[in-house]
């Protein structure tokens, strides 16, 4: 492993944070930075994120199916309707993570979403309307540069709209992973083969407006 690259079975450079576990570099390989504009997409992801918090990626990777059991598929209306009785089911399930103000927070966070696709048409419209301009972002992306990351000027600002509004669990450095995941920015590392069909992606995607 040099410079933020691992080597895997098949030849191939990755990002080295997936550590060659089989899961974790499928999801390198197959959705992280790859544009998303489906709505119910965009909300699971900034729900886990929030989940997330204090935690490693991989552990909520690895409960993703028993998030999506417990919480209606992230389906924004069904979530929105949750009362304090899914709270309780959902503090006593020991498949997803058991923290009852990431719980309330993600069913507030649907309600919010409710208000948020109402103002903005959808939540891509409003996250995409916060994509970086290309001379916001950096010249060269190796592993120093990925470091130094974990939050920036726009996720900042989406994490501030975002709290006006009444949404909770979301700060820079949550709001960032998810701008990295749903492909809002480009991430991976120079060398690795994900990176360029990602830029491909990227420019191949209609953005939503």
Known sequence: MTDGLIEGSDGRLRCSWHGG??????YHDDEWGRPVSDDVRLFEKLCLEGFQSGLSWLTILRKRENFRAAFA????????????DDVER???????????GKIESTINNARRALELGDEFGSLAA???SHEPD???RPGTFDW??????GKTETST????????RGWSFVGPTT???????????????????????????????????
């Not at 576990?21 to 499928?26: Q, S």
């Not at 959902?90 to 009852?100: S, T």
């Not at 120093?144 to 990351?149: E, G, N, Y």
């Open 134 to 136: 290309p001379s916001q």
């Open 126 to 128: 409003y996250f995409w």
């Open 175 to 209: 709001v960032y992973a998810f701008m990295q995941a749903m492909g809002l920015v480009n991430d991976h590392v120079e060398g690795c083969w994900c990176r360029p069909e990602v830029e491909a992606a990227r420019a191949a995607f209609k953005r939503p407006a």
């Open 73 to 84: 598929s992230f389906d924004i209306g069904k979530v929105a309707a949750f009362g304090p």
């Open 144 to 149: 120093a540069t990925l470091r130094t990351l």
């Open 21 to 26: 576990l089989d899961d974790y570099r499928a």
């Open 90 to 100: 959902l503090v006593r399930d020991a498949g997803i993570i058991r923290h009852r």
């Open 157 to 164: 600002r989406i994490s501030k709209d975002l709290k006006k």
